[in-house]
């Protein structure tokens, strides 16, 4: 059962995405649109820090109720959702966790009331799914470093002015290092931006760096310190990136449901014929399966357990299921659901970056695999 501060924080995040997104999600897809003024009002509501401490100015609310926020959000608009994830979850619950306490009084403030957006730079051109072969290098000069290199599909490049970005400060693979950079940084600057199949209201892009000088005081952490700060959100990240998928897949529902109730065809409803009914019936149990999943995977890590295992699964069901929630609900429009009138289109395209963005599911398996066979099959996380 949901929390009283939980069902609270839900609450929250589903009047101003009623009120809010959905007047302008269609939009925002078609346009491509940005509004920097929707996170400002998302921070005045208190959702930007919301796993931060409320010591450090944050909502200090758990890992459900940030899962619970993008589910609302990506119900109406999963563009925002996944520009919401990137700022308030991959920058801000990462400083949070692993920044220092000065650094923390110097970036969270304008991050956590929305004044400033926030991304994070891990994936370069040549290293995706492996990101331990990452090339971009920061080469210590006096008590500063030299960032070389680039990154691609940076979520907020565009529109961000705090980035997250690791760098190799050594030839070891695991010779990682942490840096905070800011957007008017000598070096810095945004590359190409990408045009997506989905969420295209989410700007992406690459960010260049040409001997971008930055202080040693703007490490996170210490240097080589990078490969351990990003083990220590990952989790946390998977877990509520999945929360997008169940917003999406139950968007993708509610349609069918309504549309397959009005819709008539050999003069009756078509929800009448059971191979509506089975899309129907299955979008829901999947649903209802992902959901149940992934709100387990988020206690888990609100009772501070390890969930890696679970995160990867809640990851890769909640995002498979939702691709298929986005298709089956074309299919129950029939011509209509291909067409750009209804939103169903939308959802199956954004549905489908949630099996790529964070760890694409061949990477999920991969996790899932090496944890059965290091610890075993253990305990299930719906005990
Ligand atoms: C819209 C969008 C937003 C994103 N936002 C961010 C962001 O904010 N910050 C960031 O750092 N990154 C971001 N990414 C990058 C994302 O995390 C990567 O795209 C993803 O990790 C996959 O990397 P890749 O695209 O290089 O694919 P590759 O790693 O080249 O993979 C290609 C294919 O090979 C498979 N594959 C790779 N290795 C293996 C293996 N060992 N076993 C089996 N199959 C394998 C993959 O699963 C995939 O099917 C974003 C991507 C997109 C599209």
Not at 46 to 70: C, F, H, N, R
Not at 116 to 140: C, F, Q, Y
Not at 217 to 238: A, W
Not at 245 to 252: M, N, P, R, V
Request: with cysteine; proline share 3%; hydrophobic share 40%.
């Amino acid at each position: 059962m949901l929390t009283e501060e939980q069902r609270l924080i839900r609450e929250t995040a589903r009047k101003f995405a009623q009120q809010e997104l959905l007047p302008k999600a269609a939009e925002i897809d078609e346009t491509e649109g940005f509004y920097p003024e929707q996170f400002k009002k998302m921070g005045r509501l208190g959702l930007l820090g919301i796993t931060v401490p409320e010591k450090w100015g944050g909502t200090g609310a758990d890992v459900l109720s940030a899962t619970l926020v993008m589910e609302e959000f990506g119900r109406v608009c999963a563009s925002t959702a996944l520009s919401y994830l990137a700022h308030s979850i991959l920058c801000v619950h990462n400083l949070a966790v692993n920044t220092s306490d000065e650094q923390r009084a110097k970036y969270l403030p304008a991050l956590i009331s929305g004044e400033k957006i926030g991304g994070m730079a891990m994936t370069e051109p040549g290293a995706g799914s492996d990101s331990l072969g990452m090339r971009l290098k920061a080469e210590k000069k006096g008590d500063s470093y030299l960032l070389n290199g680039e990154k691609t599909f940076i979520t907020n490049g565009p529109v961000g002015e705090t980035f997250v970005v690791y760098a190799r400060t050594g030839s070891q693979r695991t010779n990682l290092t942490s840096f905070i950079v800011e957007k008017g940084f000598e070096g810095f600057s945004v590359g190409k931006k990408i045009h997506k199949l989905g969420m295209r209201g989410s700007p992406t892009s690459e960010l260049i760096f040409k001997d971008c000088k930055v202080s040693a005081q703007n490490i996170v952490g210490k240097e080589g310190g990078g490969v351990p700060m990003m083990m220590n959100t990952l989790d946390v990240e998977r877990t509520t990136i999945a929360g997008i998928s169940l917003g999406i897949a139950q968007a993708a529902l509610e349609q069918s449901l309504k549309y397959s109730s009005e819709r008539k065809q050999f003069e009756e409803p078509i929800i009448e014929f059971q191979m509506i009914q089975k899309m129907i019936a299955d979008m829901h149990t999947e649903l209802e399966a992902a959901r149940a999943l992934v709100y387990a995977t988020a206690r888990k890590l609100d009772r501070k357990e390890r969930a890696t295992r679970e995160s990867s699964a809640a990851k890769l069901y909640a995002s498979e299921m939702a691709t298929r929630a986005g298709n089956w609900a074309i299919q129950i429009f029939g011509g209509y659901g291909y067409t750009r009138e209804f939103p169903v289109e939308r959802y199956w395209r954004d549905a489908k970056l949630m099996e790529i963005g964070a760890g694409t599911s061949e990477v999920q398996r991969k996790i899932i695999v090496r944890e059965l066979r290091e610890k075993g099959i253990g305990a299930s996380v719906a005990e």
